[in-house]
């Protein structure tokens, strides 16, 4: 620990370990699902009117990452999960460090922070969307449409395929001292990762000797409020780390204890459906399981019922795209 607190020189830093850099890339990944699962808890209060508005879940959480990650960039230096495992980011220009991002360093690293994951996660759904339209084969596109769903498709395999190559590739080179950059972006953008300095919390017997010589101000009370809010965020991100950590984890073993339940009742409205999509009433093409009622639908028809009106058509059970399961009969 005592390294770390050591301060930097105009041309070294203290390098985090890759464990601490994987982490905290782990890290940060939980936090879009734990803001969406938030989000569709408080829609679910009063779901056919505000239901709709779970379609745009991505650009909620767009805003909001904007906004924790600003604020975070702004007072740190870091990210939210950066920050969370005590780094900072620092500015290598023309060799020198710089303690401080400047501005435009600060700017670029809230562009890449959002935005890459925002429209990576868009290129992955508009490719898997055009993937099971391809599979189905019941729509029908001219020419220069398959091309380009095709290099939609393709281009998305090829491009994820080569940035885990750069990061692989980043990770060996700083493991092996070769390299001061940590990850691709943090390359292109003459960044680099280091340890933070640590920093001075107002402590209880500090906020009381305030209160009674009444100095405690505005300032004190926002940053009091400030730190709660952030702290709050880190530590329930966390929990939901290891939450998803200890279901997987114990998710097989649970499985193999518990007796086997007896088969459920068939109702009489499934038995209407046996062998026929509930929705266009045909034989089922590409079969797609709704997991929150066990009906299954052809993928083609129940996927924009879904989008329109967010529940199962026979149940009227919220549902969303993700409790979509593709069925893989012969």
């Known amino acids: 620990m005592a390294e770390k607190g050591a301060h930097l020189t105009g041309t070294t830093f203290i390098r985090p370990s890759i464990f601490e850099i994987i982490a905290q890339e782990s890290f940060a990944s939980t936090v879009e699902p734990a803001f969406k699962k938030i989000l569709s808890f408080i ?10 508005l779970l379609r745009w879940a991505d650009e909620s959480y767009l805003i909001f990452n904007i ?3 600003r604020h975070y960039l702004k007072k740190y230096s870091a990210s939210f999960s950066e920050t969370f495992y005590g780094l900072k980011r620092i500015a290598i220009i023309d060799s020198k460090i710089k303690h401080r991002l400047p501005n435009k360093q600060e700017k670029l690293s809230l562009i890449f922070i959002v935005l890459f994951p925002y429209l990576k996660n868009k290129f992955y759904q508009l490719s898997q969307r055009y993937r099971f339209e391809e599979i189905n084969g019941s729509v029908t596109h001219s020419k220069w449409q398959k091309l380009y769903r095709n290099c939609v498709v393709k281009g998305y395999t090829i491009s994820f395929m080569l940035y885990e190559f750069m990061v692989l590739y980043n990770y060996v080179l700083y493991v092996a001292g070769k390299s001061v950059y940590q990850l691709p972006l943090l390359r292109l953008l003459s960044i680099t990762l280091t340890y933070s300095k640590p920093q001075q919390i107002l402590n209880i017997s500090d906020l009381l000797r305030k209160i009674k010589d009444n100095s405690f101000g505005l300032s004190d009370g926002m940053d009091i409020l400030q730190r709660t809010v952030t702290t709050s965020l880190e530590f329930g991100a966390f929990f939901l780390q290891f939450l998803s950590w200890w279901t997987q984890e114990h998710y097989q073993k649970s499985l193999i204890t518990l007796p086997v339940p007896p088969p459920p009742k068939i109702p009489e409205i499934a038995k209407e459906y046996k062998g026929r999509c509930p929705i266009c009433h045909k034989a089922i093409r590409v079969p797609v399981v709704l ?3 066990g ?3 052809c993928y083609q028809c129940i996927l924009p019922v879904i989008r329109n009106t967010r529940k199962c058509p026979v149940t009227n059970y919220p549902a969303q795209e993700d409790d979509l399961i593709r069925l893989y009969l012969d």
């Open 43 to 52: 829609l679910s209060f009063n779901f056919e009117r505000y239901g709709h």
């Open 67 to 69: 906004i924790l990650q």
């Open 291 to 293: 997991s929150i009622s």
């Open 295 to 297: 009906y299954v639908f």
